[in-house]
């Protein structure tokens, strides 16, 4: 199985910036591609952006230019920039594996972007 913990998630003003950290535990030898979605109030859960393990990306149009995913190992890091009040959920990190059949997902860190 795999365990994932997410950090840096916080309140932040229009404009500013946060980095989000995703640490993987167990078996991430199983780990195949690792994203990042997120939940605003009403809403269905979104993609915002993955990695791949040879290092590809894929970002949701709403982020591209100002997010940035990277991954180091067992670690998943989620870059935001010019933060929106729209970018205002609770973000969780996701880890897809084909060895297990299913993906895998934290408890999700709330971000807020006050005006």
């Known amino acids: 199985q795999v365990q994932l913990v997410e950090s840096g998630g916080g309140l932040v003003q229009v404009g500013g910036s946060l980095r989000l950290s995703c640490a993987a535990s167990?078996?991430?030898?199983?780990?195949?591609?690792m994203g990042w979605y997120r939940q605003a109030p009403g809403k269905q859960r979104e993609l915002v952006a993955s990695i791949s393990r040879s290092g590809g990306t894929n970002y949701a149009d709403s982020v591209k230019g100002r997010f940035t995913i990277s991954r180091e190992n067992a670690l998943v890091y989620l870059q935001m920039n010019s933060l929106k009040p729209e970018d205002t959920a609770v973000y969780y990190c996701?880890?897809?594996?084909?060895?297990?059949?299913?993906?895998?997902w934290g408890q999700g860190t709330q971000v807020t972007v006050s005006t």
């Open positions: 167990g078996s991430i030898l199983m780990i195949n591609s």
């Open positions: 996701m880890a897809a594996s084909t060895s297990y059949g299913r993906d895998f």
